[in-house]
């Protein structure tokens, strides 16, 4: 399914949103932002894969906000107080688009070649699991542009990487490039070509979408959980989860195709329903 910034392929239980401007450098457009909308709405309500792997074309992974983009109407007005009034809920209206990035029912893994900037780094943030290419570099830009990170960098980057280089990054611009990421855990793996990275990363998508669906839904809700809240209250959670989540059959399939030498077979999980609809 081709969009006019990204394409969206599903294949054998794995969603691959692909960035595709690569002569812009994937920069990120009003348009991105509502086809990204409407990509995550379609995968969090329908539940057409089990995970998403985001990738892009090009040089680079993004180049973050599209500069022209400050001249059109998600431009920030601060003529008077009644324009700055506006500015805090037209920011969370697009932060909400990796707030839900974070919250999919399913694992999202970014591989990343090239330069990651300013928004790629909001986005990449908000997924699980990142890969990148040796040459790929990420960089907190906004601060090179007279601004401050706001749509999650600052908020989630700190839960991934040590504080002291998170400031270092947010208040000087500076690169962070593939081998220090990977020392710092922002990445999994740094990988020699992004054709490497690919395979590597779809090999993780697949091993994922082998897994119970919402045994996997109900740990990512857990380490959500736990990195926000202290021990006695992901313990507390946990047995919330369970409580709900728990599947004999699907304990009893897993035991059984192992010993029988065979693939498993899961229940997807089900359209989200709501009473709007």
């Known amino acids: ?127 699980d699991i990142r890969y990148c290419t040796a040459d790929a570099f990420f960089c907190i830009q906004e601060i090179n542009v007279g601004m401050a990170a706001d749509l999650g960098t600052l908020q989630r980057l700190p839960k991934l990487i040590p504080e002291g280089i998170v400031r270092e990054l947010a208040y000087t611009g500076r690169r962070l490039p593939a081998y220090r990421a990977l020392s710092t855990g922002l990445v999994n793996e740094v990988f020699d070509t992004q054709q490497a990275m690919l395979e590597a990363a779809m090999q993780t998508a697949l091993e994922i979408a082998a897994r119970p669906p919402v045994a996997v839904w109900a740990t990512k809700q857990a380490i959500d959980y736990a990195r926000d809240h202290s021990v006695a209250d992901g313990l507390r959670q946990m047995g919330w989860l369970q409580a709900g989540m728990w599947d004999t059959a699907a304990v009893a399939e897993a035991i059984e195709a192992r010993s029988e030498r065979r693939a498993a077979e899961f229940a997807d999980l089900q359209p989200l329903r709501f009473f709007s609809d």
């Open 1 to 127: 399914m081709t969009r006019n910034t990204m394409e969206l392929q599903i294949e054998e239980r794995v969603a691959r949103l692909t960035l595709n401007r690569p002569e812009q450098m994937n920069t990120m457009n009003p348009e991105f932002w509502r086809e990204l909308e409407g990509v995550l709405d379609k995968l969090q309500r329908d539940a057409p894969a089990r995970v998403l792997l985001i990738d892009s074309t090009g040089k680079h992974f993004t180049a973050g906000m599209a500069l022209d983009s400050f001249g059109t109407s998600i431009s920030l007005d601060d003529s008077s107080a009644q324009s700055r009034a506006n500015i805090a809920p037209m920011l969370a209206d697009m932060q909400r688009a990796f707030d839900r990035l974070a919250q999919l029912r399913m694992p999202v893994i970014a591989a990343i070649q090239g330069g990651c900037v300013g928004g790629g780094v909001d986005m990449v943030t908000a997924c």
